[in-house]
């Protein structure tokens, strides 16, 4: 199983990044409508779900370090 990160979207398609760094772009027609930059997904035999825990946990984590340097 491999997990991505939505790095942004363009157009039709989504730049996600794998765990190893690299890049690759997927036409959105694959994914979720719902999908936003930032959601984490895995990918298991030609099928692809979203990680709501993982995200959340990663949206909590930039938000702390976020406030963290603002403060």
Do not use: H, W
């Not at 990160?5 to 979720?32: H, Q």
């Not at 938000?63 to 603002?70: G, V």
């Amino acid at each position: 199983m491999k997990r991505f990160t939505v790095d942004r979207i363009e157009n039709d398609k989504a730049v996600l990044e794998c765990e190893n760094g690299e890049f690759v772009s997927i036409d959105l027609k694959y994914l979720p409508e719902s999908i936003r930059e930032g959601d984490i997904f895995k990918f298991e035999q030609n099928s692809c779900f979203l990680d709501k825990d993982e995200t959340e946990k990663r949206s909590r984590k930039i938000k702390s370090l976020m406030d963290s340097l603002f403060e």
